[in-house]
């Protein structure tokens, strides 16, 4: 089976070369661009490419998924240094003959992801698949740097308190609870009572089982 190598460093591809000669793949091939592996395609599709995803010009996910149904009877092998998790989900649900293996991972693996395409298979590395069972992290809220005070009144104001009830609550006057009110929502970098309502349950700085009660 003819196999393009859609990799942009000449010592990867001199590897993957001497990789697939020890498999007795003769006709190995190179393609510097997308235009020239999709006209290498239309000429013969039924072929193995080997595409280093985050080298080559390939926009995204949604991208590879047209081409991996545009030429279905092509095998690929995303072979990348690094691929994000949601980029993976994603080609592992719509690219259903796309395997992926990691240039970090061992000689052993590699040649496995090669075999696997060689033979109509799908074959994702062992480091990739521990990644996709794992939940991915939502970014932590940063807690902006408010005093006791703006955080007692941004409870209140969470709660649904106006201006003039927490002044009363608080023995204050309404100008100077509206000027706290002014620097939390500066701090916070909200706009309205909403936004600032928003962020203080995200980011824990109200309780929501009292928010809610």
């Given at each position: 089976m003819k196999v393009y190598l859609a990799d942009n460093q000449d010592i990867t591809r001199a590897g993957l070369t001497y990789l697939l000669s020890g498999m007795d793949v003769k006709?190995?091939?190179?393609?510097?661009?997308?235009?020239?592996?999709?006209?290498?395609?239309?000429?013969?599709?039924?072929?193995?490419?080997?595409?280093?995803?985050?080298?080559?010009?390939?926009?995204?996910?949604?991208?590879?998924?047209?081409?991996?149904?545009?030429?279905?009877?092509?095998?690929?092998?995303?072979?990348?240094?690094?691929?994000?998790?949601?980029?993976?989900?994603?080609?592992?649900?719509?690219?259903?003959?796309?395997?992926?293996?990691?240039?970090?991972?061992?000689?052993?693996?590699?040649?496995?992801?090669?075999?696997?395409?060689?033979?109509?298979?799908?074959?994702?590395?062992?480091?990739?698949?521990?990644q996709m069972l794992t939940p991915e992290k939502k970014p932590a809220v940063e807690r902006p740097n408010l005093t006791k005070t703006e955080l007692e009144i941004l409870k209140d104001i969470a709660l649904g308190m106006t201006s003039r009830e927490i002044a009363t609550k608080r023995f204050s006057s309404f100008h100077t609870i509206n000027t706290h009110r002014k620097n939390i929502f500066r701090k916070l970098g909200v706009n309205n009572l909403q936004e600032a309502t928003k962020y203080a349950l995200r980011a824990g700085l109200v309780d929501a089982a009292e928010y809610y009660i």
């Open positions: 006709d190995t091939k190179y393609t510097e661009d997308k235009a020239e592996l999709i006209a290498a395609l239309r000429s013969d599709s039924k072929t193995v490419v080997v595409l280093d995803y985050t080298l080559f010009d390939i926009n995204d996910a949604n991208e590879l998924s047209i081409l991996c149904q545009r030429f279905p009877s092509t095998w690929w092998v995303l072979f990348s240094d690094d691929l994000s998790q949601d980029f993976i989900h994603q080609v592992a649900i719509t690219c259903p003959t796309c395997g992926i293996v990691l240039k970090e991972c061992d000689m052993a693996e590699i040649r496995e992801a090669l075999r696997y395409a060689l033979t109509g298979r799908r074959y994702i590395c062992q480091q990739v698949m521990e």
